[in-house]
């Protein structure tokens, strides 16, 4: 699962310098910005078949790519 999440993370920011750290604040080094985090929404609600409220989706809580497997994690848990 979290090779699935970094792949989609990879085609949404036509990058893989994240996978070096996947701590690295996507935001601050300009892989991820307002609209690729949009679609990085909708491609990840589409490959996990999960719902990813926008009211849920503060920056700081998915600004690395760690924090953005965990909270698939999360959710895909709820199911």
Partial sequence: MENEVLDV???VSETDEFREDLDMDLFEESILDSM???MLIVE???VFDV???PSE???EDWNTA???VL???EKL???
Wanted: aromatic letters at 0%; hydrophobic letters at 35%.
């Fill in 71 to 73: 909270r698939i994690k």
């Fill in 77 to 79: 848990d709820e199911k």
């Fill in 36 to 38: 690729k985090a949009i």
């Fill in 57 to 59: 989706m503060d920056r």
């Fill in 51 to 53: 719902t990813l409220p």
């Fill in 44 to 46: 990840l609600e589409g």
């Fill in 9 to 11: 993370i990879e085609r």
């Fill in 66 to 68: 760690n924090k953005i």
